[in-house]
């Protein structure tokens, strides 16, 4: 099905309803009853559907009021968001199966398990249906009120028909949080007189916007790495009750119409079957019968893709289900005007609630060809693994327990069965512990999923992506791991993944010792900082009573503190606990190599941290930082808008990060004000582009490798392949280390996977030891990029730092904060913060 569009009179398709005579019918089918007894959302919320942008609360007390009033539905609050809202799901079904409904979901999970049921004939479809990841795209959720009065309200046969043979599991907000910011910044913009001027200041939102979650997360992006509340909740219903089919509503350019996948036929991941994008197709054609019928033009096959799995719409697709990505273009208001016509918000939202219908009824009538599909599947994925070569990936690392427990973690989340690794080992030349490691074995009951976690892959079909191309989480990680023929070394399954226990080794009056490598070392650091006591960094490894300790090494002294010893081993041991962290206590100073009161320990000083946010700045790179700070160690982070940072006494912080922005989005005077900052002993740390605006503004002296790429043979058709060829949208490249350096301290191997997502290039100092991290001769070590910008990221270094006046600038090319998964790499942001001083 290519590029499928109807023709319709624009005036039919953009068809605008007034205000004042907008009611539910709008939406409705009109040759069916509804019950009388099922309350409107009028009659709950105080607007019509479209009238007003709806908020959460609202929202939320509709659907617990539709529960309350119908037998067909159920609801259940499953957490909450960072903001402390509900994050609720509405499972919709007849009231007879309402009455047994466990024992349905028993069997739905047991078509997926050797052994299973055979007869499908019978077996309801179980569909789940979201709306609104981005909380700026509202015309979902809004959609969610109508639909699920119709689900509830609607009489007849037909309707009775269709819950007797199916599970609905309806998410009314996939992001609450970010859906009551936008739906506040809408309505408080909203003029009597609608006024649909692009210009409007309705259509315009502020600085970070509704799309994102309290942390400025793009929720869409986390089905995979599951790091955040909402997508914890989501994932643990997808696996409660494996649907067979997952809808994900967004919105678009306003100047678009309406998308439906399949989408681009060469962007879908090798390892979803060519099944899965039949099926697809063929439900695409019930979405195109419903909006034929109401006028509405639409596309499918191109623009978007099913490669990368962390998106709603393609996690089902490598779990035996299929996913479905709906694109509304949107009105980012009440009305406004666009190439096809002025665009309501109800429009929005009856396209929404239109393809919500045509999805239960392709589910409907292909329900026995969905669940032999699904079923085959999985049979199809056991007989993949038997076959395969590989019998288990271990991974761990020996001095980071916590990382490897974190991955560990994930993988439970995805309910990927997991082992503890019998003995201590070396494979490869790696060691591998038994407390710190963990074997995975690749015949278990979905082990493509496994596969698609795990692999590197860096040959494609096609040069173009809608996200990364690459996500290998024990790169991710940056974990040792290996793929092994056998599982002799794999222990008992892990059936209770318990934290990691940390304490100390006993009570001491001389000093006490923690190595750097640990995850949450900056957490445990900080608050020894915060807390007023004295601690010291080992700029050289050495030996002390038994046991080596590496670079960046922390020593607390007993001495000279503000607690006395005994107080001072009871902090430390909460500390330690806290931070599931081991710590030594010694009772000599003198050791093989530095001793502890060397001058190469140098002091550690307290930090105060601000970031730059505001208006220009990608508020994507922003939230990591701040959720980073915030979530995982405890530290408090100042965020510095750019609209008064120019009247902000900068004097009180020392060390301030500035993400990737727009260049322009900085003005002279705040340029100025910065640099008097860091030539007075502050320290600047950038991201990304910011390497190129730090050269152009004189905070750095850098010299950058360009491309020379001309466009030959390459017709003007071709030219958004060509230049989209070029973009380097996710990939990872490994990196050697010079681990003597402060900005390397914690990590134990002479190598890095870094995560890329630009194409800035810097040349290696003339001086090696101004290049701690280096990209290989041969870095690419997952996903794509082109043969052009290979030879550039060959020997170029990703960061730098140099003095100015008595402060430090310190520039990464790479985001190593990357989605919050990217634990391996977090490091490198602290080791700036609290060695920065010391490079």
Sequence with gaps: MKKIILYALVTLCF????????????????????????????????????EWHVTHDKLMVYMQTLAKASDRITIENRGETFEGRPILLLTVTSPKNQQNIEEIRKNHIALTEDGGITDLSKMPIVVYQGFSIHGNEPSGSNAGLAYAYYLAAAQGPEIENLLE?????????????????????????????????????EYHEVWPGGRTNHYWFDMNRDWLPVQLPESRARIKTFYKWLPNILTDHHEMGTNSTFFFQPGEPTRVHPLTPKVNQQLTAEIGTYHAKALDKIGSL?????????????????????????????????SRGHIQESENGLLTFPFTIRNQ?????????????????????????????????????????????????????????????????????????????????????????????????????????????????????????????????????????????????????????????YAYLFEWNEYYTPKALHAIIENGLRAKVAKKPFSVEGKTYDYGTIMVPVQNQDLNASELFTFLQNVATESMLNITAVGTGLTKGIDLGSNDFDPIKKQKVAIIVGEGVRSYDAGEIWHQFD????????????????????DKYTDIILPSFNGSAIDKKV????????????????????A???????????EFK?????????????????????????????????????????????????????????????????????????????????????????????????????????????????????????????????????M
């Design 165 to 201: 043979n199916m599970v609905i599991l309806m998410d009314p907000s996939f992001n609450p949080d970010g859906l009551q910011r936008f739906a506040y910044w809408a309505n408080s913009n909203k003029s009597i007189n609608l006024v649909s001027d692009n210009n409007e200041r």
């Design 353 to 509: 609630f239109t393809t919500a219908l045509s999805t239960i009824e392709a589910a409907k009538t292909m329900r026995e060809k969905i669940l032999g599909y699904q079923q085959q599947f999985y049979k199809d994925i056991k007989t993949e693994a038997s076959k395969s070569k590989t019998k288990a990936f271990v991974f761990g690392d020996a001095k980071d327990g916590a990382k490897a427990w974190h991955l560990a973690e994930i993988l439970k989340r995805h309910q990927i069965e997991v082992h503890s690794l019998k003995e201590n080992t070396t494979i490869a030349g790696k060691s591998y512990t038994k407390e710190n490691s963990y074997v995975v074995p690749m015949e278990q009951k979905n082990p493509r999923l496994l596969k698609a976690m795990f692999e590197k892959r860096t040959t494609f079909t096609d040069s173009l992506f809608y996200d990364i191309s690459a996500w290998t989480f024990p790169l991710a990680f940056n974990v040792d791991y290996a793929e092994v023929s056998s599982l002799s070394n794999a222990g008992e399954e892990i059936k209770d993944l318990k934290p990691i226990k940390g304490g100390v080794s006993g009570q001491t009056n």
């Design 706 to 838: 360009s491309d020379t790429l001309v466009a030959k043979n390459i017709t003007f058709e071709q030219k958004q392949d060509f230049s989209g060829a070029q973009v380097t949208g996710g990939a990872i490249f490994e990196s050697k280390l010079d681990r003597s350096h402060p900005i390397n301290f914690g990590y134990k191997n002479d190598n890095l996977a870094l995560f890329r997502n630009t194409n800035v290039y810097i040349k290696p100092d003339k001086d090696s030891y101004n290049n701690p991290i280096t990209y290989t001769n041969n870095p690419l070590l997952s996903g794509y990029v082109s043969e052009e910008n290979l030879e550039l990221i060959k020997n170029s270094v990703p960061f730098q730092v140099q003095g100015l006046g008595k402060g430090k600038v310190i520039a990464f090319t790479d985001n190593t904060n990357f989605r919050a998964y990217w634990y391996g790499t977090n490091k490198l942001l602290m080791n700036a913060i609290f060695f920065g001083e010391m």
């Design 15 to 50: 068809k605008v309803v007034a205000q004042d005579k907008l009611t539910l019918d709008y939406y409705l089918p009109q040759n069916i009853s509804y019950d009388q007894s099922i309350p409107k959302p009028a009659e709950i919320i105080g607007h019509e559907v479209g």
């Design 671 to 690: 340029v100025e004000k910065l640099k008097e900052w860091v030539k007075n002993g502050g320290t600047l740390i950038g991201f990304r582009d910011v």
């Design 298 to 330: 639409y596309y499918s096959e191109e623009g978007y893709d099913d490669y990368y799995y962390g998106k709603g719409s393609t996690f089902p697709d490598v779990n035996g289900g299929i996913g479905i990505l709906f694109e509304q273009a949107s």
């Design 692 to 702: 190129k605006w730090f050269s152009k503004n004189e905070f750095m002296n850098l």
């Design 631 to 650: 979530t995982r160690y405890n530290m408090p982070l100042t965020k510095l808008d750019l609209s008064y940072l120019n009247r902000v006494n900068l």
